[in-house]
């Protein structure tokens, strides 16, 4: 079955509600829209609601049954509620003077939504950076135990036959050491398994099992041994380029005898640089579509689009996210 269709089934009928803190972006609203429509999600809209309306009336919708807030205008008692909230929760790194002022930034307001249980999870990140958006996130919701990184995952997939992988770090960890690595391999399996894809995960490098010797190589090598002890249950094989890890008879050439060789379907990169390079070339050249970045290993879901998104990447990505909050 098609993983979406796949996934409304699971979410349909949870009243999950995700916020939007990009309210008066038409991409988002276009796709909130639609998400209240098809009675997948509740969607909450943050931003000035004269905004919000004004826009949805210039581009065709209408907002008339979807939860507007503005932070700015946040009921006083509710205001005051999240505030303490956040300073308890920052522990002496933010006093209630600057809560007062970082809370009326969307992202900030949103995530506060979702740690306070007022909604399952958030999507944003079209019109911010990643880090304005996921920031918030670190600090507030933070990871899960044994989860030291959170990293962006994305699923990749294309055509009638579905051919889907995920592929991480794309996002977030800008140079992971092996162990972070490590952890990301494991992160990024667990994800894979929770959006129907069996993983076979790729350590991804320069080198294919020593034919290559440098510091970066000795990296991938040790973070493959390293997510092989701690998660033994998973397929994990490296340091593998990605010719050897996707293309059967080169993987036979080169890693003779790898479970993972030629047949991978989880790409873990061994940077920033070349995953996010790596994700968007498949996108733009290999008109794979790439949804996410969906943060893994949060003790919520929030995830951050990427600014090239259009409506139907936000629409799903929001329901990836309230997937992921049912986990
Ligand atoms: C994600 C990113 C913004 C975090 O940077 P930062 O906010 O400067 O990070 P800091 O080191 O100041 O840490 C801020 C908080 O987040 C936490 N944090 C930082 N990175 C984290 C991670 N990967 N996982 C979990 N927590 C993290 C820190 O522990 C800290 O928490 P604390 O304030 O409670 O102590 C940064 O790593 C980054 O810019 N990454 C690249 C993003 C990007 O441009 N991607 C390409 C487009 S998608
Ligand atoms: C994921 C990503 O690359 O985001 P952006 O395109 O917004 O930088």
């Known amino acids: 079955m098609d993983l979406f269709e796949s996934l ?12 939007f803190p990009e309210g008066v972006e038409p991409r988002i609203i276009g796709a909130a829209v639609r998400l209240k429509a098809d009675q997948i999600l509740d969607p909450v809209l943050l931003g000035p609601i004269d905004r919000i309306k004004d826009v949805a ?33 920052r522990k002496g790194k933010a006093t209630e003077e ?21 909604v399952e999870g958030m999507v944003s990140g079209i019109v911010h950076s990643t880090g304005e958006t ?40 800008i140079d992971p050491s092996a162990q972070e ?15 129907d894809i ?21 990296k991938v090598a040790e973070a493959t041994k390293i997510a092989q002890e701690l998660a033994p249950e998973y397929v994990i094989d490296g340091e593998l380029q990605f010719d050897a890890s996707y293309v059967p008879s080169v993987g036979a050439q080169k890693a003779p005898g790898s479970p993972v ?37 949060l003790n919520k879901p929030v995830s951050d689009l990427s600014r090239g998104a259009n409506e139907e990447d936000v629409y799903k990505l929001a329901i990836i996210t309230a997937a992921q909050s049912l986990q």
């Open 8 to 19: 409304k089934g699971k979410i349909n009928g949870k009243n999950i509600k995700i916020v």
């Open 57 to 89: 009336a210039n581009n065709g919708f209408n907002v008339g049954n979807l939860t507007l807030i503005d932070p700015n205008t946040y009921p006083e008692a509710d205001f005051a509620t999240m505030v303490a909230a956040f300073v308890e929760r």
């Open 98 to 118: 600057q809560a007062q002022a970082i809370l009326r930034d969307g992202n900030y307001f949103g995530t506060m939504l979702v740690y306070l249980g007022e």
């Open 134 to 173: 996921v920031r918030p996130a670190l600090q507030i919701i933070k990871t899960k135990p044994g989860v030291s990184r959170t990293s962006g995952a994305f699923i990749m997939q294309r055509g009638r036959d579905q051919e889907r992988y995920l592929f991480s770090d794309c996002a977030i960890n």
């Open 181 to 195: 690595l490590a952890e990301i391999a494991v992160q990024s399996a667990k994800t894979a398994e929770l959006f």
């Open 198 to 218: 069996d993983p076979k995960v790729s350590m991804l490098s320069f080198s294919t099992k020593g034919s290559a010797k440098s510091p970066q190589v000795d």
């Open 261 to 297: 060789a030629g047949q991978a379907t989880v790409y873990v990169f061994p940077e920033l640089q070349s995953g996010n390079i790596g994700y968007k070339i498949a996108q733009r050249l290999g008109h794979f579509e790439a949804i996410g970045p969906i943060l893994q290993g």
